[in-house]
Each structure stands twice: as C-alpha cells, then as structure tokens.
C-alpha cells in the first residue's frame, strides 16, 4: 500500500506536536525551516518577507512605549513558526487533489489510539495519555484523555475538522461506513476529553447552521433522521443521568457554570478580559504590550488577582481574543474581527456545509479559550476559509478551484 508522502507530517502535527518539548514548542515551530523550503519550491514565491515588515513595525512601535527585546524576539520566533507552518498547510490543501485521504488516516489512528488509551487509564503508565485537571468544585483531580499532547481541550479542538468533516458525511450519506462504527470513532475522543467547552461551540455551530440553512436541510431525509435519532438519544441520556447518576460530573460543572462558580469557565471568559484590561493599563491601549511581555507586566497582577503564591510563574491569558487585545491593543482586535468579517464574505463560507460550521465554530471559541499561538485553531480557520471539500456545497459554484488573494494569502 502507498503511503501519502505528507501523511507522516500530519501524524506529527495531530498526535505529537508537543510530545516530549518544554511547554509552547513544538516540532512544527522547530521544523519550520523544512516547510519554509517547502513552501518556496511549490509556490514560486517568498512569504516571510511581508510577515516581517507587519512585526518589523509592530516592534518599532512597541519599543517606543518599552519592551524587553529578549523576549520579544524569542516570542518573535515562535509566532514565525506557526505562521510558516499555516502557509505549508494552505500550500498543501491547495496541491492535495484528495485531503480527504488523511482524514480518514488520522481518524482511524486517532480511534486506536484512543480505545488503547481506555485500558491504559487503570494502569501505572495513564500519565501518559491522561491528565489529571481540575474540572470544576467537587471534582478537583478529574482525568480526561489527552493522548499525547499537553491539554484535553487542546486535543478536542485538533479533532474538530475531523468530527465534522465525517459527521456532515455521515449525515448527508456520504460515507459507506458502518454508522454506529463512524459515530463512535468521532464521538468516543469527547467523551473521553470531556472538553464541554468544545463541545459547547461544536453544538452551537450545529444549530446556527441549521438555522441558516433550515429549508435546505429540512428537506433531507437524512438529516430529519438523524435529528430524530441524536434527539431521542439525547433525551434518554438525560432521563438516565437525572434519575440515576445526578452528581455526575457533566450536571455539576453546568450548574457550576449558571451559578457562577466555575473558576475555569470565568478564567476563560471574561475573567480574561479582566485581567487583559488590567494589564493594558500599563501600556498604550491602543497598540497593546507587544508580544512575549506578559511575564514581566502581568505576572503580578494575575498572581494578585488569583491569589497564587510568589514562586508561581508560567501565567498566560487563556483566551485568544483577550491576550490579542493585551498584546496587540484596541487596533489588534479590530484588525482582527475586519480580516474574520472580509475574509467570510470573500470566501462565501455560508455556502459550504463544512466552511461554516468550522467558521461558526472557530469564531465561538476564540472567545472561551485558546491562545493567538495556537496552530489547531489556524488550521480550522484556513479549512474554514477555503474551499477545500467542494462536495459539501450547498450548490454547485461556479469554480471549486478558489484560491484566496495573494496579499490575504501573506498574512493568514
């Protein structure tokens, strides 16, 4: 059997970016030379040089109101390497005449993994596959599966593109599979990450797109079959939990959450915002800290604000839209929102299936969680941008062959 030359790279990506590397490196970063050349020898073009104007002057601006070089310049190198790595990916979804290929590799290697990973929670080794996190009051050392990366929500958010890349296949039948064994390969990942914050957003995403398109949709068989079918099933969950299991973990974090008393919940919402406020105060509002100085301006104001003791280091804003407006200002977040708005205009997301249920998606949760260096949350807004699956149209466009602006390309 054949091997997809680019499939070791995506094995790499999904399962073990981080695996073994201090915390925010990655072999993606560190390989970031290798798809430089890459991206060279396919595209014909440079793609640095404009990035590095855009920081060049980013950095002038920053250093007027004062910044550690140091860490700016290693923050520097970082953000390089995810930029570099998103431009590979893009290059290679628009060579790709199939990526649909991968998809399903990395599905099935994710299913393996994951059902290996069961046993492996009642033995010595689950420290390799598990994490033990504080979940909410009442369940203070809770595991949920992170396979090999540093965070369970990190890898519910890698498996998104996945779960619904095969759940519109399995609803608009699509895919020959076995649909018991299809929903329990995209399924069983949740469960065991226990990730209610992606799960939140990939509900949401689900409903808002069946809300745009309730005619469309409604009239499929298919997907009044499906509705009926994950309705019941969801209410006999319900029934079950209620009467049987009420202190369950999921029923305790939501009434958490609608009381307020989910610290996690808070330090991802608008405790984030908060803080990033708080600090921004120490700074010009409008350009932001500049990248790489939260250590140094934040850390005392978090520790603080949480109460943590002195010999805690390693804070961060958990929250991608909050830690743009700390370190980018009020123009970052509004250059960000613009290029989110022109960029699903431009690409027509609502006209793809799959585009706007990781459009609906993405935009959700950059408000609950993450990080501006987060590269899963890049690939989903490149998949979310790009035609990349003609055949989840709505209708037939005119041209599947869309390929973004080169300006818009250089800066994604």
Excluded at 106 to 114: E, K
Excluded at 278 to 295: D, H, P, T, V, Y
Aim: hydrophobic share 50%; net charge positive.
């Amino acid at each position: 059997m054949k091997i997809n030359k680019y499939l070791p790279f995506a094995v790499l990506y999904f399962f073990f970016n981080s695996f073994g590397l201090p915390f925010g490196l990655t072999y993606t970063t560190i390989l970031g030379p290798v798809f430089y050349i890459y991206i060279i020898r396919e595209r014909k073009k440079d793609i640095f040089l404009p990035f590095l104007l855009i920081f060049t002057i980013l950095y002038l601006i920053h250093s007027y109101f004062g910044v550690i070089d140091k860490d700016y310049f290693i923050s520097f190198l970082n953000i390089s390497g995810v930029y570099i790595f998103c431009q590979a990916f893009y290059t290679w979804i628009k060579a790709d005449k199939n990526p649909e290929r991968i998809f399903a590799r990395l599905l099935q290697i994710n299913f393996i993994f994951c059902l290996l990973a069961i046993p492996v929670y009642f033995s010595e080794f689950q420290d390799l596959l598990w994490i033990e996190q504080y979940l909410t009051d009442g369940f203070n050392n809770f595991r949920r599966l992170k396979l090999f990366t540093y965070e369970a929500s990190y890898f519910a958010t890698l498996m998104v593109p996945l779960f619904f890349f095969f759940l519109i296949q399995m609803v608009l039948n699509k895919n020959k599979m076995n649909r018991i064994l299809l929903l329990a390969m995209i399924g069983l990942p949740y469960i065991l990450s226990f990730s209610l914050g992606v799960i939140s957003c990939i509900v949401l995403s689900l409903l808002i797109t069946y809300t745009i398109h309730f005619k469309t949709l409604t009239r499929r068989r298919s997907v009044l079959n499906a509705i009926t079918a994950a309705t019941i099933i969801g209410v006999c969950l319900l029934l079950v939990g209620v009467l049987f299991f009420p202190e369950n973990p999921l029923f305790v974090r939501i009434g958490n959450i609608l009381d307020d008393k989910d610290s996690s919940g808070r330090g991802r919402t608008y405790e984030a915002f908060n803080l990033a406020l708080k600090i921004l105060e120490q700074r010009n509002s409008f350009w932001g800290i500049g990248i790489g100085q939260m250590k140094f301006l934040g850390a005392e104001i978090i520790r603080d604000y949480y109460l943590y003791p002195p010999e805690l280091t390693g804070m961060s804003i958990p929250n991608a839209t909050a830690e743009t407006l700390l370190i980018f200002g009020y123009f970052g977040l509004t250059v960000r929102f613009a290029f989110e708005l022109f960029l699903f205009i431009y690409a027509r997301v609502w006209k793809n299936y799959f585009q706007l249920l990781l459009f609906c998606f993405i935009f959700i949760y950059q408000f609950t969680g993450s990080f501006i260096t987060n590269i899963a949350e890049y690939i989903i807004w490149i998949l979310a941008f790009v035609n990349v699956f003609p055949q989840f149209d709505i209708k037939p466009r005119v041209s599947t062959t869309q390929t973004l602006p080169l300006n818009i390309v250089k800066t994604i």
